[in-house]
């Protein structure tokens, strides 16, 4: 029999390029759904968490806060706008928002619209470097490097969001010691600028707390260990904070590949132990930059935490609920 070229079983050659279309055909059609879903889909999957931490004085009742935290809100974000809004059904004692709630120069009224009702409940906040400036496109590559030379957009209308805020009743810790009861517990707070970008003068609050406080509570944007070092020295019971975004880009079965500052992995959202006695509780954020609108394995979240007395048990990191989970419970 009389082999014609052109004719019969194709050469290994052409079989071993068809294999490879196959394999990069394959590659990119993952790409492209893991890229849509990052960007649509997990971007806009809102959750809550929900924590219950054992930091007050003995005898104190529960206390229960809402930790909210870089929202990043653009004005269009209708979406993450009406989520915001359902979070006052929580009826929290108190809510603390540890910055980087803009990311357009025209966000402030979105921001005050969306928080809503929670302005009139007790809370406490502390600014982000994206209150003070806006984003701008950066090399990805550059967050795997702690000490990469930071650049600023423009600068954003934090001002008057500072005004909105505080003539709505919530009070400015940054670099000032505030004393409130908020129920039947006494609180001490304190916080810095935010230290990603240095504007922290920790000196500003250092020292004891009134020993008389059920809770003393510190505030930051960024989580830097030498912040919460200074709050574990000084004798403080929890540290809340934001800025990691959880990594915001996880890999299963490992996790974040970067926090974005000087803190460690293992603690980049959740709570967490820092020294021997001081609880920190890191939130994953709300938002993302408009130049990096993905999340992978690390959903937007905001945290309820129920504060006990310290004899009333272990720390619990629980399930966290989506969007309609909430909205059934608190319809």
């Known amino acids: 029999m009389v082999s014609v070229p052109g004719f019969g079983a194709p050469s290994r050659t052409t079989r071993d390029a068809s294999a490879l279309t196959r394999v990069v055909a394959g590659a990119a059609g993952a790409a492209a759904a893991g890229l849509v879903y990052s960007t ?22 529960p206390l229960r806060v809402l930790h909210i935290s870089d929202i990043h809100m653009m004005p269009n974000q209708h979406l993450k706008q009406a989520w915001i ?23 402030v009224p979105a921001v005050v619209q969306a928080l809503g009702g929670l302005l009139a409940r ?18 990805p590559f550059k967050y795997f490097k702690k000490n990469h030379t930071r650049t600023h957009g423009e600068p954003l209308p ?7 805020f505080t003539e709505r009743g919530w009070l400015d810790a940054t670099h000032t010691v505030r004393e409130l009861e908020v129920g039947s517990v006494r609180i001490v707070a304190a916080g810095v600028d935010d230290p990603h970008i240095e504007r922290d003068r920790y ?34 019971d929890l540290v809340l904070a934001g800025h990691t975004h959880g990594g915001q880009l996880c890999l299963p079965g490992y996790g974040a590949l970067v926090t974005n500052c ?14 021997s006695t001081m609880k920190l509780h890191v939130s994953a954020g709300l938002g993302t930059s408009p130049y990096a609108p993905a999340r992978f394995c690390c959903r937007p979240e905001a945290s309820l935490l129920t504060l006990t007395a310290v004899s ?6 629980s399930v966290q609920q989506s969007l309609p989970q909430l909205a059934d419970q608190f319809s």
């Open 40 to 61: 649509v889909i997990e971007r806009n999957a809102f959750t809550l968490r929900h924590a219950t931490l054992p930091v007050l004085e003995p005898g104190s009742s």
């Open 85 to 107: 809004s359902e979070l006052e059904r929580l009826e929290p004692d108190l809510v603390v928002n540890t910055g980087d709630n803009l990311a357009h120069p025209s966000a």
């Open 312 to 317: 009333n048990g272990g720390d619990v990191d």
């Open 203 to 236: 000196e500003a609050i250092a020292g004891r707390p009134n020993p008389l406080a059920q809770l003393r509570l510190g505030l930051t944007h960024s989580p830097e260990p030498r912040v919460l070092d200074s709050f574990a020295d000084d004798g403080y």
């Open 262 to 275: 000087h803190l460690d992995r293992s603690r980049v959202k959740g709570v967490s132990n820092w020294g």
């Open 158 to 164: 934090w001002q008057d969001l500072r005004a909105a």
């Open 122 to 139: 007790p809370g406490l906040f502390v600014f982000g470097s994206n209150d003070y400036f806006g984003p701008k496109p950066k090399n």
